[in-house]
């Protein structure tokens, strides 16, 4: 690599409108403004960190005093666009307010607000981080925003829009910057990759692109590390030795053990050999609960490659591999796990070997509960024999079809129906209505359901009351004498 490297995040700085990615509500009403010659006094950029804010206020800066603008866009040649790109220029100011936010650093800006602008015909003021200022600096702002000279522009970038006081936002328009979805920064990479001349594949993308969690800039800064680390050659397997990623065969193996009662000791075993080979175990809790929880969601379909943390040919294996395994216990997995890395945050052990220990007494006692039959389980059981019972009940001589809702009536007694309410009706549909078995009138069933459903949530709610939070010993499961 030459000797004078330029940072990523610099050389590849968007200096026109168009350069910006997935930012286009926030652009075109922008651009509009500039056409139609509407343009505010005060804008507030709020949006997530690294995805363009400033960025955008420079270009819009740009634009605003560009000498020959192009197509809405500013031309990059003429002084003002070059003094701008520079950070030179006298009608761009930019303030950060995490470190000026003391009022003296607004009074100062106050005074300069009046004097007209050297170049352009506009004096642009940046304001960073705008929602770091003091009260009394947003006092003194606010008092500049209420009669702002014409050529004054403010745009306030925050990524809190919540602690910017509403006297502030009344007088502000709004422009909201979204997170850039995972395949749009895996696109914007590649496209990088081509240009630099990096050897790359599909998953050391969706890593890079992954890391920067919806920011341009924080990928920029990843994939600068990485191109370090790997040698320029952002393929998979680098970047998962350089992240520490353990695979998922190997948190496969882990939660396995976890739920094989065959094999408990299994588990210990892997915490073992983690810690021999000096890995950080409390960052493996927390992958196996972000495997476990993804295992939910690809049981509840609603992983999607944006919300998740793993390449799409993981996910496809990982959904494959934990086929046999019902939702309700990886989500009770997943909520122990969660539990247990909290505990172990809360301790503030002191040491390496201290979390090992706290983790494999843990481990063990979570196998073993794990072992017992969780009550959902169980009622989901309980249900499924009734259902059976009852499909065989009603198979023969039925006529109608059954309400289907009923089905899910869960183990008791026979109940008597209540009193039918008195009704002009005639005698023989009293009669059916007061025979459980009976054949025909709809509503008089539709009535009989109703009461049956409520008596229902009454035993649910007792049978829960009764037993919720607690492991139920399964010689304690009542028999069904079936
Ligand atoms: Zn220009």
């Given at each position: 690599m030459a000797g004078n490297h330029e940072v990523l995040s610099r050389k590849y700085r968007?200096?026109?409108?168009?350069?910006?990615?997935?930012q286009n509500l926030a652009i075109g009403a922008l651009q509009n403004a500039v056409k139609s010659g509407k343009i505010g006094h005060a804008y507030i950029f709020f949006g997530p960190r690294g995805v363009g804010k400033t960025t955008i206020a420079r270009i819009f800066a740009k634009r605003l005093n560009c000498q020959n603008p192009i197509d809405n866009e500013p031309c990059n040649q003429c002084d003002s666009c070059q003094e701008i790109t520079k950070g030179i220029s006298g009608d761009v100011l930019e303030i950060d307010a995490a470190s000026n936010r003391g009022i003296e650093n607004i009074r100062e800006l106050r005074d300069n607000v009046k004097f007209t602008p050297m170049g352009g015909k506009y004096k642009v003021y940046i304001i960073d981080e705008?929602?770091?200022?003091?009260d009394q600096s947003f006092n003194a702002l606010l008092k500049t925003l209420e009669e702002p000279p014409a050529h004054v522009v403010f745009v306030l970038a925050t990524t809190?829009?919540?602690?910017?006081p509403e006297t502030i936002l009344s007088r502000c328009q709004d422009f909201i910057f979204k997170k850039v979805p995972l395949s749009v920064l895996q696109d914007y990479a590649e496209n990088l990759c081509k240009e630099e001349n990096t050897k790359y594949d599909s998953e050391g993308l969706f890593w890079v692109a992954k890391k920067g969690d919806g920011s341009v800039r924080d990928m920029l800064s990843f994939m600068e590390q990485a191109l370090v680390f790997t040698d320029n050659r952002l393929l998979g397997t680098e970047i998962r030795k350089m992240i520490g990623y353990h695979g998922i065969d190997f948190l496969s193996d882990f939660i396995k053990s976890l739920v094989d009662s065959d094999n408990p000791s299994k588990s210990l075993q892997i915490i073992e050999n983690l810690y021999q080979e000096g890995q950080d175990i409390f960052k493996f809790l927390w992958d196996s609960i972000e495997f476990t929880h993804t295992l939910c969601l690809l049981k509840d379909s609603a992983a999607d490659s944006e919300s998740v943390n793993y390449p799409r040919e993981d996910l496809i294996k990982m959904r494959k591999d934990f086929e046999s395994i019902d939702l309700i216990s990886l989500n009770k997995l997943s909520f122990r796990l969660f539990e247990l890395f909290e505990k172990v945050k809360t301790l503030r052990l002191r040491n390496s070997f201290e979390i090992k220990i706290f983790i494999e007494i843990q481990i063990k006692k979570l196998t073993d509960d794990l072992a017992k039959p969780s009550l959902a389980g169980l009622v989901d059981r309980i249900n499924h024999l009734i259902l059976m019972i009852q499909d065989q009940d009603s198979a023969?001589?039925?006529n109608f079809e059954a309400?289907?809702?009923?089905?899910?009536a869960p183990v008791k007694e026979v109940q008597t129906p209540p009193p039918p309410k008195p009704t002009i009706e005639s005698n023989e549909k009293k009669e059916i209505s007061q025979t459980?078995?009976?054949?025909?009138g709809f509503s008089s069933l539709e009535a009989m359901a109703k009461d049956v459903s409520s008596e229902d949530a009454e035993w649910e709610k007792s049978f829960k009351n009764e037993f919720l939070g607690t492991d139920v010993d399964p010689s304690k499961v009542p028999k069904l004498g079936l």
């Open positions: 968007p200096q026109r409108f168009q350069d910006v990615i997935h705008v929602h770091m200022l003091t809190e829009y919540h602690k910017i023969p001589s039925n309400p289907k809702k009923q089905s899910v459980p078995q009976a054949t025909g």
